[in-house]
């Protein structure tokens, strides 16, 4: 077992214990995160076939990525339970071990080597994902959905069509349309307004270098960006991880167009989910999603 805070390690080249959790464990993501919302040190821990990306902070020792802007945790590799169970023995009585946002199948191989170094560990669900398995196409995804869903979409489309035009997504990553984007959160009323302070924004123009990311602004027929969505994407799913409108084109439900059209993409490229990522929000379950459990594992040394 090596512990050390290189970020060049291979460790991060093993595939996630926990599957479709996108780039949430992998380098760039995480080492975006820590040079922006990291503290503390960060405790990278492996063997040839495991690797743990965590820090120590005050809160004790965690995953790296705080909960509330990386929506999935999950070791790499295989033989995850024994190279935990050596980490534990290696720590000072009374640290305290916290793995939140852990898919199952990650908690119990983490709660699993927790408890063969002899600790006493809680599990519990402290959130979830929201996960459509997409069809083939978007007359079979509509048809999957209950008839006043399928109405409700149909409704605000044509209302949409008929007061601002076709609508458009269209992919820009560029200086302008990411400050559109925060503008639109800027505007919203709020614990939404308050999100994008300018540290924020800066995070989210360094996230559109990872592998994946993908700006998408919906645009009317005179071209003006009315919402924004900022995802990434892998060869099987998009992962929305957020998104915005502009408050004072609401009438015209910017945001469920938006979202119609990040689908229809979806769908359309082939990939096999869409994943709403966090929040238990109704809409997200109207629209088809189930519910993927995340769980919280804690132990203390």
């Known amino acids: 077992m ?20 996108g780039p949430f ?9 820590w040079r922006h919302r990291g503290e503390g040190e960060p405790m990278l821990v492996e063997t040839h076939s495991a690797f743990l990306p965590l820090y120590v902070g005050p809160g004790g020792v965690r995953f790296m990525g705080e909960a509330d802007l990386t929506d999935y945790h999950s070791p790499l590799g295989v033989g995850v339970e024994k190279l935990l169970a050596g980490l534990v023995v290696t720590l000072p009585q009374g640290t305290v071990l916290s793995f939140d946002s852990l898919p ?33 196409s978007h007359d079979d995804y509509l048809a999957s959905l209950d008839k006043k869903e399928r109405h409700e979409i ?13 609508p458009r ?22 614990d939404k307004g308050r999100f994008m302070t300018g540290e924020m924004e800066t995070f989210f123009a360094d996230l559109l270098c990872v592998d994946g990311a993908r700006l998408d602004l919906l645009v009317d027929g005179a071209g003006n960006a009315l919402a924004a969505g900022f995802g990434f994407q892998d060869e099987e799913a998009y ?41 238990d929000e109704a809409y997200k379950l109207r629209l088809g999603a189930r519910p993927r459990p995340l769980y919280v594992v804690e132990a203390c040394t």
């Not at 908690?107 to 002899?118: I, P, T, W, Y």
């Not at 149909?154 to 076709?166: A, D, Q, S």
């Not at 997504?169 to 709020?190: K, N, P, Y």
């Open 2 to 21: 090596r512990t050390h805070d290189d970020w060049g390690t291979g460790g991060f080249g093993l595939a996630p214990l926990a599957r479709n959790v």
């Open 25 to 33: 464990v992998l380098r760039a993501f995480l080492e975006t995160w």
């Open 104 to 136: 199952g199948e990650a908690a119990h191989s983490v709660r699993l080597g927790l408890e063969q170094a002899g600790l006493a560990t809680s599990m519990e669900q402290h959130e979830s994902t929201a996960v459509v398995d997409l069809p083939p």
């Open 154 to 166: 149909r409704r605000k489309l044509r209302r949409f069509e008929t007061t601002c035009g076709p």
């Open 169 to 190: 997504l269209v992919g820009d990553s560029s200086r302008e349309a990411l400050a559109a984007f925060a503008a639109m959160h800027r505007a919203a009323s709020g």
């Open 239 to 279: 992962y929305l991880y957020n998104s915005a409108f502009n408050p004072e084109s609401g009438r015209v439900s910017p945001g469920a167009v938006l979202i119609d059209r990040l689908l229809r993409r979806a769908i359309g490229e082939g990939l096999l989910r869409f994943d709403f990522l966090k929040g």
